[in-house]
């Protein structure tokens, strides 16, 4: 990229940042969406957002939304993340363009409740463009999800996960071990 390119993304970071409750030095390649209400969103040092993201954090029925976005993570291209209680993003996380995250579904159960449950990605981790990841998925160290996945549930660390629903393709731990 060129350095007039590179100069205006940190720009726009900065002028983002101000939504921010805590926020490193991040940069904005383009236009923005974040919806906040009733929420904290933490963003670590190097992380860049693609064109037209969009981070929705609303907390509701008494809850503080939380949203963390560790260092050095990067969220690609019309990526949204939706946050009714708890989404955890770690460091050194590539998030591919058009993705879904989300610890909520937006509608209510028979009993008029909505579930709400957390959504945990740690370090190292990359997900393939057009993955949806769901509520109460906890994506471990360093696992992989293929494009195209809807992850419904939990993939263990050093895996590749793909397919809807997401199973286990690979498992990392035994190449090379003769399996």
């Known amino acids: 990229m060129d350095s007039f390119v590179v100069a205006l993304s940190y720009f726009r970071g900065v002028l983002v940042s101000r939504r921010f409750d805590d926020c490193g030095n991040v940069s904005v390649m383009a236009g923005m969406t974040i919806i906040k209400k009733n929420s904290i969103i933490k963003v670590g040092d190097h992380v860049r957002f693609w064109p037209n993201v969009k981070l929705s954090c609303v907390g509701n029925r008494g809850h503080t939304a939380k949203l963390e976005i560790d260092e050095r993570t990067s969220i690609g291209d019309r990526t949204e993340i939706h946050c009714a209680r708890e989404v955890s993003i770690g460091k050194d996380v590539m998030i591919s363009w058009d993705c879904v995250i989300m610890d909520r579904d937006y509608h209510a159960t028979a009993n008029n409740t909505e ?65």
């Open 115 to 179: 579930t709400i449950k957390p959504v945990t990605i740690e370090d190292e981790v990359w997900i393939g463009c057009r993955s949806i990841i769901l509520k109460g998925v906890k994506i471990e160290r360093k696992a992989i999800v293929a494009a195209g996945s809807v992850v419904t549930k939990n993939v263990a660390a050093n895996t590749i996960v793909g397919g809807n629903p997401a199973k286990l393709i690979r498992d990392l731990n035994t190449e090379g071990k003769g399996n």
